[in-house]
T-cell receptor
């Protein structure tokens, strides 16, 4: 596609539910990033893939957060047993290898009640 | 550790006047520097980046930014502001020559007064 797409755009979950957020990167982009943006804050890094390999997951806030990119294209961020503090916008970005300019999707706004 | 500081939460500028949005950074190597803009309910949009070379970088929508190594700054500028420039602006840094995570500042809300 022309840009990075994310689905769903909005998600409301009850505390304790599991959620899955999807990211479709720009076709051919090797690198994929997930960020979390809390209200009124800048995006904060969660995890990074190069193709299917998860090279950096240092930003994942707890073991309830899990990300995968099994075929090196679409990625899913899963949050288990959601908590209210997980409420945020989750941004996905992709970049061509060795290029470092990241293109961002519109984000998924997660609200945990 | 890498970090970015945007000292102003909000900047107000009259339409037609020049604008500056400030950014300073801290990295333990040579930086890639970026500016992104975020409009309501939309994703982050890339404005410009500094990699190497000329310290004055020109980007989208008439914006430019000046890299100052001695002051570790990368301020965003525009000679004449438009009301449509009103948005949230993020400065960001990553390590040069690595496909790496971007560290963002907290953002500066730019409000252009008609």
């Amino acid at each position: 596609g022309a840009g990075v797409s994310q689905s769903p755009r909005y998600k409301v979950a009850k505390r304790g539910q599991d959620v899955a957020l999807r990211c479709d990167p720009i076709s051919g982009h090797v690198s994929l990033f997930w960020y979390q943006q809390a209200l009124g804050q800048g995006p904060e890094f969660l995890t990074y893939f190069q193709n299917e390999a998860q090279l950096d997951k240092s930003g994942l806030p707890s073991d309830r957060f899990f990300a995968e990119r099994p075929e090196g294209s679409v990625s899913t961020l899963k949050i288990q047993r959601t908590q209210q503090e997980d409420s945020a916008v989750y941004l996905c970005a992709s970049s061509a290898r060795d290029y470092n300019e990241q293109f961002f999707g519109p984000g998924t706004r997660l609200t945990v009640l | 550790a890498q970090s970015v500081a945007q000292p102003e939460d909000q900047v107000n500028v009259a339409e037609g006047n020049p604008l500056t949005v400030k950014c300073t950074y801290s990295v333990s190597g040579n930086p890639y520097l970026f500016w992104y803009v975020q409009y309501p309910n939309r994703g982050l949009q890339f404005l410009l980046k500094y990699i190497t070379g000329d310290n004055l970088v020109k980007g989208s929508y008439g914006f430019e930014a000046e890299f100052n190594k001695s002051q570790t700054s990368f301020h965003l500028k525009k000679p004449s502001a438009l009301v449509s420039d009103s948005a949230l602006y993020f400065c960001a840094v990553s390590l040069m020559n690595r496909d790496d995570k971007i560290i963002f500042g907290k953002g500066t809300r730019l409000h252009i007064l008609p």
